[in-house]
Structure formats: C-alpha cells, structure tokens
C-alpha cells in the first residue's frame, strides 16, 4: 500500500497562488507515475497533471502554463504549483500513485489516491 497526503489547499482570489504538497509513503516513490486530478461539484474527476521520474511531465490544456507539477523524491512529495488562479480552478484536487504507463492522464492508470484538498478560488 502506498499513502499519500496532500495538503496547501485553501481559499484565495482570482489570479493568486498556491502551492499544493502530496507526500508520499510505503512505497518506492521513484516507481510511481504521480498524478493530480480535481473534481469541482457536480462535475467528474478530471485530470490536472502527471509526472514520470524528474522531468516527463503531462498537463490538461486547461492548466498549461499556469500549473507546474514537482517532485522531491528524498521527501518523496509531489507539488503543483497553481499560479494565475481563476474561479473554475475551484475543486477538490487529489494526488495519485501509478504505474500502469504514461501519460497518466486517466484516473484508472492510478492505483493509490490522497483524501483530497479543496482549492476555492474567489472572483
């Protein structure tokens, strides 16, 4: 079993920042495509981003050149980093553990998932 829990979520205006952390145990980090998707109420699950080692990474259009996703494998944690902020940004996004393949843009590639972290982002 792999653990994984995110925190950095909260509440900020529109055209902010944050920084989501996802940290990781149990399992050999380094093995696992890491992934975060978010799901805003009443609407499914959605991919957001994924990493494979340091440097393949996958975003949604929706994000690209807004989100950066990182990963610090001696703490084994994952980031992302959300900047410019909008209002449909708002949503529970969640962290995620794979190794089924990339680009891991898929929420049945990942194996192991975090409780969630809600980001509110105010217009």
């Known amino acids: 079993q792999m653990q994984l829990v995110e925190s950095g979520g909260g509440l900020v205006q529109a055209g902010g920042s944050l920084q989501l952390s996802c940290a990781a145990s149990?399992?050999?980090?380094?093995?696992?495509?890491m992934g975060w998707f978010r799901q805003a109420p009443g609407k499914e699950r959605e991919f957001v981003s994924s990493l494979w080692r340091d440097s393949i990474t996958y975003y949604a259009s929706s994000v690209k050149g807004r989100f950066t996703i990182s990963r610090d494998n001696a703490k084994t944690t994952v980031y992302l980093q959300m900047n410019g902020l909008k209002p449909e940004d708002t949503a529970v996004y969640y962290c995620?553990?794979?190794?089924?393949?990339?680009?891991?843009?898929?929420?049945?590639?990942?194996?192991?998932w975090g409780q969630g972290t809600q980001v509110t982002v105010s217009s």
């Open positions: 149990g399992r050999t980090f380094t093995d696992y495509i």
């Open positions: 995620a553990a794979g190794r089924r393949g990339l680009p891991g843009t898929q929420a049945l590639e990942y194996d192991y």
